[in-house]
């Protein structure tokens, strides 16, 4: 059975192949209801058709490529394409080219066609915009501009009505049978006995079904607003865009034909467009086209496509299709209806539900043959087999509707739904407390997590960056303060502050711009924005220096060269390099220095290892210090060469202060007592990252720092060596950081999880259990590779996540326990009752009652516990652990057996026991046999909300979704017993067999007790 269950219905968290999502599918057998069941799955057609788009968009493009060279071929052979003529609506409202205009030149890629229209210019001049200012705001004319050219949405199926979930919840096989039972019983009751006495079992039935499907329909329409509200969330995306000659962050959402957007590296492209200006664009269409090759976008080749990500470079983009006229908006609608793959505890439990859906089916059928070969077996003693009264088929009917709703009760179709529900609500809760989750499986993954593997800047920092202290021209000076600043500033040579404030202001990827309150406002990177405060307060001009000289390259700072350069065009023409990045690398490429006096003087080794111990100097101060360095290029130098690596002078250093966040200590330290290793990953120096890590109690005495060069210099066995004790990696590039995750998952079989901001990231969060993406710092790219996005990109939310995984994962383990025992005792007890004397003691209506306790609201109240501090002090669950525990299997057969003797000595001794006799006397054995089930379960809810410890009234009024469904649970039985017993076959009971109910329930919860003393 093990085996059969580890082979069929085991998933990885993410990224399963189709065939193993198939399989499981195809050996679900029995399903009682498939369009409930399987809600929460992905639908493997709609890929399909999503990779049948993208294949088909690809040979589109290939088709159009052949098509504009045809074209270009008659251009010039002096044939001309037809005339393009404007539409009258189009041109009322002011506008030279329509939407599918546009969207044939963008997206057939066809230059002669752009090229007729005048260019990026004329397009612009023809959408009344502006390169340089945007669009204006005039409301009247932005919509008019949405009128002709719609906007920036997707299509999005449309949410479902409460009625919708009402059908899907009555689509049940079960309850549809046993509605038909009900309306023949219904039928044949009112011609033997008449209105309303007749009517009574077959409308207990039916009143039963309906409450079953009412619930079930009200918890599931919660679940899918939950959903949608995370959705909403998800998409709330933001992008730099120049509007009315102001930069500006705006909605992706809002973005209209002619507006100019910015985009850097690891931006997602927001819409259809057209390239205006930048530098070494490299564009990743693999979203699109299925196609990994990167593709350069120029001048020459400007089109850029919606929904494709910025691989490098930067640039100004003018948009010239939205929404669902782009291929990406066609693609969205289909790829949104594909859905989430399952959770691996998900498949598990439709393992479980499967698995014990056949036992109870085969119960059940044996219950129906006990049951109808009593009845044979009478009727033939009295010779009447062929005679059959009106009695007897109500009779042989109520068989087969107690043998259905054996079925009913059996199988634990409430399984699976019970992790999405117990998702559901921890993700909602997840987003108060600052993460979103993308992916539900990641959720539940981080509960069994093992090793964090963190950045520093920004997750273990504040990001919130400023230069405090310098070397310029040798010269180290604190520069905390404005007045530092300008002290420095009247210290330096004349000559050495002008080439600072050309490299600080021309050498980056911030910008100073006016916002539109008039005020300015500096935009970029924390590192960016540090620098170029720190030219402001030396005195500098940001516009006036980027207008002095002409940029003529850029090529932008990555995680892997670690540096940044640009190549100026001087007023006098001559060409001069500006490089800046890690201190280390920018100073070996320099063979000059700027000396104290503005001279340059060639670097030697003293002067090498006093710039070397001021590096460690401020790097052991917990500062991040940057290396800035120019050189003069020779006038045979062309832009399409790299910009040069060694060559150059240096300027000086800049150590830069990111104080470590308030509670990360703290929250390393819960992440140790709860067996989570905590590793720093950065691509900073090795010493400030070890100061940083020792301030954050990361780096223990007995720990290992090791710079990431070093490291993938290590031969695998020496790898395997040192990565358990490996604490901080510095200077680590996104490979280094991919082979750690893939050695700790595979090699040490650790449950990884990686935070990641940069693009570069991108392929660690792919390969990691759980992808951690920074929601400020962090880019597209790596926020579309992670599972969860941490909001406020604040390390003690991951703890907060790995608490809700953890929570998610005992919850859930708590409700099957819970389940299971009530499965198990039912069948058992239905059986072995029409075994041994002919009778089922709890009928179809009341069975149809245990299963909404045990299904719907026993999911409700369990699946729903709020996580407490005591999660984190238990070791993780991790890779190998098994989901249902020998722990659990002692309290479901312990408390089954308990139950089931209970039941069994009543069922057998009961009327004796209560001296109960007269005709009645079956009727209220029964009902006490009933609500002593009841019991048993409510109790058994209490017990189940701990699996190990024996205090489980502890913080139980904390959690009112419990408190609400067990006491409607109350209160119901006491509605069903004293006043439906018309309805429900019971009959009310004294204050004596009341007391004598609950107190049996209440008897389990001493005995749950004494079985957690059990060792196992």
């Known amino acids: 059975m093990q085996s059969y269950y580890l082979n069929n219905f085991e998933v990885e968290p993410k990224h399963s192949s189709e065939e193993v999502l198939q399989r499981w599918r195809k050996l679900c057998g029995f399903v009682k209801n498939p369009k409930r069941r399987f809600r929460f799955t992905a639908n493997l057609s709609k890929r399909c058709e999503a990779q049948a788009m993208r294949r088909t968009y690809y040979q589109e493009k290939l088709r159009v490529a052949v098509i504009v060279s045809k074209v270009a071929f008659q251009f010039i052979q002096g044939v001309q394409p037809s005339d393009y003529s404007i539409p009258e609506e189009v041109k009322a409202a002011g506008f030279g080219i329509c939407g599918e205009e546009l969207g044939s030149i963008v997206e057939g890629h066809n230059l002669e066609k752009l090229n007729l229209h005048g260019g990026v210019a004329g397009i612009a001049e023809k959408l009344s915009t502006s390169t340089i200012n945007g669009i204006t705001t005039d409301s009247d004319l932005l919509n008019r501009r949405q009128e002709i050219f719609g906007i920036n949405k997707f299509t999005e199926s449309e949410g479902r009505s409460f009625l919708v979930f009402i059908w899907e919840a009555l689509q049940d096989l079960t309850l549809m049978i046993l509605g038909v039972c009900a309306f023949v019983s219904l039928l044949v009751g009112i011609v033997m006995e008449g209105w309303p006495k007749g009517a009574h079992d077959g409308l207990g039935i039916v009143a039963s079904i309906l409450l079953v499907v009412f619930v079930t329909a009200t918890s599931d329409y919660r679940q899918s607003l939950q959903f949608k509200d995370l959705d909403k969330e998800q998409k709330k995306i933001a992008i730099q865009v120049t509007r009315n000659g102001y930069r500006q962050k705006m909605s992706i959402y809002d973005l209209l034909p002619g ?58 983009m003018m948009v010239t299709t939205v929404g669902m006229r782009t291929q990406w908006g066609k693609l969205m609608e289909t790829l949104s209806e594909g859905g989430d793959d399952e959770t691996p505890l998900q498949v598990k439990l439709n393992g479980v539900a499967t698995i014990i859906g056949k036992v109870g089916l085969f119960f059940a059928i044996v219950t129906f043959a006990v049951l109808v070969q009593g009845l044979m077996s009478r009727k033939w003693q009295d010779g009447t087999y062929l005679r059959w009264s009106g009695d007897e088929a109500l009779e042989m009917l109520e068989f087969f509707t107690v043998a259905v709703t054996i079925v009913v009760v059996a199988v634990p179709e409430g399984l699976p739904l019970a992790v999405t529900l117990s998702l559901a609500f921890a993700m909602k809760k997840m987003m108060n407390d600052k993460a979103l989750v993308r992916h539900l499986a990641a959720c539940e993954t981080m509960g069994s997590s093992t090793c964090i593997c963190s950045d520093k800047t920004g997750t273990l920092t504040t990001n919130h960056m400023a230069v405090v202290k310098s070397c310029i021209c040798m010269n180290v000076k604190e520069v905390s303060k404005p007045l530092d600043a300008s002290s420095l500033c009247s210290e330096l040579p004349d000559s050495a502050v002008k080439i600072l404030l050309q490299s600080i202001f021309n050498n980056t990827g911030g910008e100073v711009v006016v916002n539109k309150n008039g005020k300015s406002e500096i935009l970029g990177t924390p590192t960016d924005t540090a620098l170029l405060e720190f030219g402001l307060s030396l005195g500098g001009n940001f516009h006036a220096e980027r207008q002095a000289s002409k940029l003529l390259k850029v090529e932008p700072f990555n995680s892997v060269k670690k540096r940044m350069g640009v190549v100026l065009e001087l007023p006098e023409g001559s060409l001069r390099a500006h490089s800046k990045g890690a201190s280390e690398i920018i100073l070996a490429a320099c063979d000059k220095v700027i000396n104290a006096n503005g001279e340059i003087v060639p670097l030697d080794e003293a002067t090498i290892n006093y710039l070397n111990d001021t590096i460690n100097q401020f790097a052991n101060e917990a500062l991040r210090t940057l290396c800035l360095a120019y050189m003069e290029l020779e006038n045979g130098f062309s832009v399409e060469n790299p910009i040069p690596v060694s060559g150059y002078t240096c300027i000086g250093i800049v150590g830069i202060k990111d104080p470590v966040r308030p509670g990360v200590k703290e929250s390393v330290a819960v992440c140790r007592s709860a067996g989570i290793t905590v590793r720093m990953v950065t691509g900073d120096n090795i010493n400030t990252a070890k100061a940083i890590a020792r301030e954050c109690g990361i780096l223990t005495d007995d720990g290992i720092a090791i710079e990431g060069p070093e490291f993938r210099e290590k031969s695998e066995e020496e790898m395997l060596k040192i990565i358990p004790k490996l604490q901080v990696m510095a200077r680590s590039s996104p490979l280094d950081k991919h082979t750690l995750v893939k050695h700790l998952r595979t090699s040490l079989g650790e449950v990884v999880a990686v935070t990641g901001d940069g693009t570069n990231d991108a392929p660690a969060l792919h390969e990691a259990d759980i992808g951690l993406a920074m929601g400020i710092a962090g880019t597209e790219v790596a926020k579309e590779s992670a599972d969860v996005i941490i909001l406020d990109d604040n390390f003690s939310t991951i703890v907060t996540v790995a608490k809700w995984g953890r929570s998610v994962y005992i919850n859930i383990q708590k409700f099957v326990q819970f389940q299971l025992t009530v499965n198990v005792v039912a069948l058992i007890v239905n059986f072995s009752s029409v075994c041994l004397t002919g009778t ?6 009341q069975l149809l009652w245990v299963n909404m306790i045990m299904d719907t609201l026993g999911a409700l109240a369990l699946a729903t516990e709020p996580p407490n501090d005591d999660l984190m002090k238990r070791s993780p669950v991790g890779r190998k652990g098994n989901f249902i525990s020998n722990v659990m299997w002692r309290n479901i057969l312990g408390q089954s057996v308990y139950q089931f003797v209970v039941i069994w000595l009543l069922q057998s001794k009961g009327k004796g026991m209560f001296g109960l006799e ?5 009727l209220i054995l029964n009902t006490l046999i009933f609500n002593s089930f009841v019991f048993c379960q409510i109790f058994n809810e209490v017990s189940s909300r701990e699996m190990e410890e024996i205090d489980v009234l502890k913080g139980i009024l904390n959690n009112y979704v419990f408190v609400a469904v067990l006491s409607c649970t109350v209160i119901f039985q006491i509605i069903i017993i004293e006043f439906l017993g018309t309805f429900a076959n019971t009959t009310p009971l004294t204050f004596a067999q009341w007391f004598l109910s609950v107190f049996i329930g209440f008897l389990g919860m001493p005995i749950a007790a004494g079985l957690k003393m059990i060792p196992v």
């Open 259 to 316: 507006d100019i957007v910015h985009l850097a590296i690891g931006d997602q492209v927001p819409a259809d467009g057209v390239f205006v200006s930048g530098f070494s664009v490299l564009i990743d269409e693999s979203s699109l086209t299925g196609e990994s090759e990167p593709v350069m976008v120029t001048a020459e080749n400007p089109f850029l496509l919606s929904g494709t990500k910025v691989r490098d470079g930067s640039c100004k």
């Open 840 to 845: 089922a003691p709890l009928t179809a209506v």
């Open 918 to 922: 007269g005709p009645n006397s079956d």
